[in-house]
């Protein structure tokens, strides 16, 4: 499968009276045309920061390296006028709090107009009958389009953004935590929506962000795993969940409430300690202070990244590297 976005050694990072905070440091990844590849990992991990950095990047935020290619061109090197012709119509992002993304003062319809008029439409009757179509095709009523956000539940809400931000057909969807506010029942729906979205050749290819490896066993073709703005693991949904490579991957799945059927035979516990601070990490594996199968060689040199499977990598000593030579 061709790729459609390429992410080489990226590095993002915010500017703080402390110092910088590196919340991106030197991630690689890359998504494929037709998938979607979920993104996983701890609150504070780097999720956000990682996907808004290939659309909203801005102060604090920094590019400080790498760069991330996008049918042919580098996301990190777009004017902010490229970068506006291309948001909604090739790369689109579903916000985390979607519920509330919506400028309150403009109905929908007008939202959709403003949004299309500066991508070039000129045809507001041909845009409203396609944000109508849409709006059924999510089993909203086309009345939606008439009303202001605040007059929608907040389940309507999601949908009506699920809409806007996919109404123009992008290459590359980004949704980052949008099912995290919401309760299961409408997760589904949601779930169900994105897969709709992919059948239907409405977006080609999907990035799924949220901190719930569960949500991802249900979506995601393939995982990548963050541990404090570095690439943990990166492989295969089924593999990743029912074989994980990385100690720390183990410990997410290990933490979960329920995983399906693959869950069954864990036992629910947290993982112990807490994140490293970004702003002074350390210097060998970001995982050692928490790791339970942490060697003296962890602490000091940070671990490459080995091949354990079929498109299946993982970042630790535990595979290679200085341990084995
Ligand atoms: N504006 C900012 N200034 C300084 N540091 C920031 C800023 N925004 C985020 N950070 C830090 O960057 C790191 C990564 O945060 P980020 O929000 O990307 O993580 P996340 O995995 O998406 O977490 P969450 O799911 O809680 O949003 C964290 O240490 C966070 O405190």
Redesign the pocket.
Known sequence: MTAILDVRNLKVY???PMGF?K??DGVSFDVRKGEVFGIA????????????SLILRKP??IHMGGEAIFKGRDLMKLSKEEERKIKYTELSIIP?YAMNALNPTKKIKDIVWDLAREHGAEDREEVEKLLRERLRMVKLSDKVADMYPVELSGGMRQRATMVVSTLMNPDLLIA??IT?ALDVTTQRVVLELLHYFMKEGIVKSIIF?T?DLALLDKIADRVMV?Y??KVAEIGPTEEIIDSPAHPYTSLLIESLPKIGVHYKRAKLKGIPGT?I??LNPPKGCRFYPRCPYAMEVCQRVEPGVFSVGDDHIVACHLYGGEKNE
């Open positions: 915010y500017r703080t905070v919340a991106v990992g701890e609150s504070g991990c780097g999720k956000s920061t990682l996907v808004h604090p935020m985390q980052d935590e995290s962000v901190h963050l404090a703005g994140p601070s970004l």
